[in-house]
């Protein structure tokens, strides 16, 4: 901000007689301006009551207005408002103005005693003039002129009857001039008095003004102590929820710190569970490669056995105790046929195997040579799952579907 800039700046006299007004710069403190309206209104004072010395600025008290006025703050800050100072006397200062005003009022009083002593001798003089010889009451610079003429009184053997009267003339015409004279210094005197009580009365009614405009001040400056009395009491309550909001803030931060620190853990432990998963699944893939080794190493065997079981299920169904017997001198071709039809004949039998497939078991096959190593020790479902690892829709597993089915009583692969 220019240091050329100003501020309305105000100066009340706490005595409701005098205010100064006038513009500062913006660029001075609060402390500062304080000061120089302080030196002036203290000049003011003393010239308009007289005082000598005059009163000392660093005996009054102050109070800036705003209220919340800083001293160390700049009048740029309140450049809205501007900045009133009311300006306390201290105790000296008051009796001083106070025995000040007592003697003009006692000399105010002597004056009119005075003027209305002088009026009634004046007038008493005129009235008997005529009649008396008793002097009349001049002023004091005319009394020498008239005490000179007395003193030489003229002779009345010297001089004539004539010469007496001119002389009485004379004399009447001086002290007509000097009443004429005294009536217009009262007359004068008067219009002074009444031109100075008039400039009281006008005193009075300014002090009376400035009286009623402290006081609508002092009202605005209660109203404003009030309202910011309630700001303060607002920003009191801001101030208590923004505390609330800062502790509600800390408490979401420390949960929000526990939460990460959770799922933290949370990382971590599931890091730990994908590397035991991954070691799992690579154990597991494993096992399972060793459980498919086995499994493809006891497919022949579960083969050979199922062909045991058809041969055995045949013979129970045809009524022979060995294969042997059953097949007799006859060709692979004559026994697949004798037992296909022995086996149609047959009603009670729940599945009736193909004529191709008796003539699988029949013959002396490459199942039959893989299996006969293995033990006959198989189950039902290591046979079933033994069939599935043939080649779909091959003749070799067309085969062994239906004797699975031929030898667990039609139970489907």
């Known amino acids: 901000m220019s240091s050329t800039a100003t501020v309305t700046a105000t100066a009340i006299w706490t005595d409701d007689r005098n205010t100064c007004k006038g513009q500062l710069r913006a660029s001075y403190t609060v402390d500062y301006a304080v000061g120089i309206l302080s030196n002036q209104i203290c000049k003011h004072v003393s010239a308009v009551y007289g005082l000598d010395p005059p009163l000392e600025p660093f005996a009054m008290q102050a109070k800036c207005f705003p209220p919340d006025a800083e001293p160390s703050d700049l009048l ?61 009451r001049k002023p004091k610079k005319k009394k020498k002129r008239k005490t000179s003429l007395m003193a030489n009184p003229p002779s009345p053997v010297n001089l004539s009857q004539v010469t007496m009267d001119n002389q009485l003339k004379e004399i009447l015409a001086s002290m007509q001039n000097e009443i004429s004279e005294v ?18 009365g006008n005193m009075r009614n300014e002090i009376e003004n400035i009286r009623n405009k402290n006081e609508k001040i002092l009202t605005e400056n209660g109203s404003m102590r009030n309202e910011i009395q309630s700001m303060r009491n607002e920003i009191q309550s801001m101030r208590g929820d923004i505390q609330s909001m800062r502790n509600e803030n800390e408490r979401v931060s420390n ?19 994908h590397k035991d998963l991954e070691a799992e699944k690579a154990q597991r893939a494993q096992d399972i490669e060793s459980l498919r080794e086995v ?57 009736h195997p193909s004529h191709q497939s008796i003539l699988f078991l029949c013959s002396y096959n490459n199942i039959r040579r893989a299996g006969n190593v293995a033990a006959h020790t198989a189950k039902q479902c290591d046979i079933k799952s033994a069939v599935e690892t043939q080649t779909l829709g091959s003749n070799d597993r067309r085969c062994l579907e239906h004797l699975f089915r031929y030898a667990y009583s039609g139970a489907l692969i």
């Open 76 to 136: 740029s800050d309140w450049s809205s408002t501007g900045l009133t100072a009311l300006i306390s006397p201290d105790d000296e200062s008051t009796r001083r103005i106070q025995t000040h005003l007592d003697k003009q009022a006692q000399a105010d009083q002597t004056s009119d005693e005075r003027n209305t002593t002088l009026a009634t001798d004046t007038d008493s003089a005129l009235i008997s003039q005529s009649s008396t010889s008793v002097q009349p």
């Open 183 to 200: 009536r217009r210094e009262n007359g004068s005197m008067r219009n002074k008095n009444e031109k100075v009580l008039n400039e009281n």
């Open 255 to 273: 949960e929000n710190e526990r939460v990460l620190e959770e799922n933290e853990s949370i990382r971590n432990d599931l890091v730990s569970l």
């Open 295 to 351: 499994t493809m190493l006891l497919v022949p065997l579960h083969l050979r056995v199922l062909l045991d079981l058809a041969r055995k299920k045949v013979l129970e169904d045809l009524g022979h105790e060995t294969w042997e017997e059953l097949r007799d001198t006859r060709t692979v071709y004559q026994l697949a046929d004798i037992i296909f039809n022995d086996l149609l004949k047959r009603k009670n039998l729940s599945f």
